[in-house]
Structures are given as C-alpha cells and as structure tokens.
C-alpha cells in the first residue's frame, strides 16, 4: 500500500515510454515524476528503467517488479470483494479476455443478466486473439478468459470446455447453400475469406489441410470476423466462423453451414484463469455462471 502511488507512476511511464510524455498525461511536471521514479530506485536498491536517448523502458529487474505489483493488486481486489461480501455488498471488478465470436451474442447477455441482479460490479470485456488472451491472464490484465484453442495452455487453468464447429458463411444463393453441411474442399473452390494467422480459425483450417494437397488462397485476410461476414454480402465468398458467434437474420441475405467433421474436428472453446490463481469473489462467481451456461449450451439447451 505504501507505493501504490509509484506503481502508478511507473505503470504510466511504462506505457508511455518516455517520462515527459507520462507526466503530461497525469498532469505533473517531468522534473518531479522523475525524482519519485529516482527515490523508489533508491529505497528498492536496483534502477528499473533503462534509460535510451529517445525514451525509457523497464529493464528485466523492472519487468519483475511490475509483475509482482499486479500480483499485489489481485490479492488486494480480491480480499476487498471479500469484505464487500462480508458486508452484505456485491461489488467488484470482472475482466475478461474474450475471442471474437463472444462479443456480439454469448457474453452481452450473460454480462447483463449477472449485473441484473448484481448491479454494483463493472466488467471490462477484452478482444483478444488466442495468444493474446493468455497473455492477459499472466499479466493480471484480465481475469478470465473464453477463447478458442488457445497457443500454449501452460498457465492456463480450464474451467470449462465445449466443441465449436466451424461455419461457412454465405450468400443464401450460393451453390454450397442448399446443402445441410459442406465439405472444406467444396468452399476452397470459391472465393474466400480469412482471419489472419493470429486467429484459431484460420490455425484449425491450416491443420485441416495438412498433408493435402490443398491451400488457403484468400480473396480477403482481415483481423474482423465482423467484416469478413458482412463482406460476403457483397461478393459471392465465403468465410469461416465459429457457430457461437453467428445469429444471421432473414433480412441479412446470409445463411450458414457447418464445415464437416470429416474435414475438419470441431475446436475447443475453453474457460479459464491462471493456473494457481485465486479469484476476487465477484469474478469466480461470474465464472460459475459461465461454465453453467457453457453446459447447456453444449446440451443443446437454451
């Protein structure tokens, strides 16, 4: 508690990269964000920043140290919604690191129903792409995550996990549309549309053609899965997308089908935290929402 003020200092000048500029933003001179900055290195014993002609950046001691403020904050969120529990409140912060495909349905309506009945906690929902999301967890930056297939799963403690089968998304006079599911092969032959590598979609359609003669050859690579399904309104594409995050209507013109398994396994969407980690009260009871809503929705169940 006695430095929260200095990890806020060196937070901003961390993201800012140069003293001057991160005292601009919190409305200090740099002279004096500069001697807070030296008087810390002092009572630590070690410099934190390494110091360039053009900027300031952490060095490896200050990199740890940060990582261990963040660790700090955690705890104290956490044992603060503990005592808001203890006296009677609901409160609290949720963060969430999220793919894609959980922004426009699945998570808005779980989000809204949670704060319906405790509207004193806040969230903060993330966009991340699979490595990215890991990434959020190991810096305390989000304290869940819902992605699908995430890269290295070292630190990634599941919560819950179901299948997610990749749609096709086309024009509803496409020549694939009048079948109930399509073959990769089939939607290959038209002009497609794709994520980028960063994403587990296009790594789940890399995977599927493996040792195939067959590539991705895309008209369109974008980081949107919202563009990429708008844009085959307007040529006759297809593009790929895991069912969770598709709810096309009638007046949209497109329809969607299931790529086949026999091509191409079903991902997995996971739920999870930081290996080790304890949750702030407010975070691990919307997590238990979430895993119970994941069931049912892999039930078939609404």
Known sequence: MKHLQDFRYIEAVMRAGSIRKAAD?????????????????SEFGYEIFERMPRGVRLNPAGELLLQHFRSQQSDLKRVQSQVADLAGERRGHISIAC??????????????AYRTE????????????????EQDLITFKSDLALVLEPVHMVDFSVLSAIPQVVNAVMRKDHPLA???EVRLRECLDYPHVMPSSAYAVRHMLERALAGTSRTLQPVIQSDSFDFMRHYVEFEDAISFQ?????????????????????????????LGQMKGRTLPIASARFAETLIVAMERLNTGQT
């Open 25 to 41: 933003d919190m409305n200090i001179t740099a002279s004096a964000l500069n001697r807070r900055i030296q008087r810390f290195e």
């Open 99 to 112: 793919s894609q495909a959980l922004s426009p349905y699945f998570l808005p309506a779980h989000i809204s």
């Open 118 to 133: 405790h509207p004193g906690v806040t969230f903060s929902v993330n966009i991340r792409d699979r490595a990215a999301a």
């Open 178 to 180: 009048a079948q109930s």
């Open 242 to 270: 895991i069912s969770i995050g598709l709810r096309l209507t009638e007046q949209s013109g497109l329809i969607s089908r299931p790529i086949s398994t026999r091509d191409m396994p079903a991902g997995s969407l996971l």
